[in-house]
Nanobody, 122 residues
């Protein structure tokens, strides 16, 4: 069993900042890629940022230069630092992790957190 729990969401004014955290817990062998995605009602889920176990990152064009993804492998935690927030960043943010559950490479699966609400007021 693997669980991802997000935290750090809330209400901020436009131009402000938030830092999201996502901690993985349970029984697993290792974590490969981790990332963040966001959803707005009536719209497709958007992949925001990803980071490999080695620290290589990728960002959606809509957040590049404003958001920074990082991770602490010792804590099995991924972070998303969000700066210069605007109303278009309002969404539920979900944590994602590609988890190797056992010694077998066939045990790799994707897991998602429950989501944390980010609301940016204008």
């Amino acid at each position: 069993q693997v669980q991802l729990v997000e935290s750090g969401g809330g209400l901020v004014q436009a131009g402000g900042s938030l830092r999201l955290s996502c901690a993985a817990s349970g029984s697993f062998f290792s974590i490969n890629d981790m990332g963040w995605a966001r959803e707005v009602p009536g719209k497709q889920r958007e992949l925001v940022a990803t980071i490999t176990s080695g620290g290589s990152t990728n960002y959606a064009d809509s957040v590049k230069g404003r958001f920074t993804i990082s991770r602490d492998n010792a804590k099995n935690t991924v972070y998303l630092q969000m700066n210069t927030l605007n109303s278009e960043d309002t969404a539920v943010y979900y944590c994602n992790a590609e988890v190797r559950r056992t010694w077998s490479r066939d045990s790799v699966r994707n897991y998602w957190g429950q989501g944390t609400q980010v609301t940016v007021s204008s």
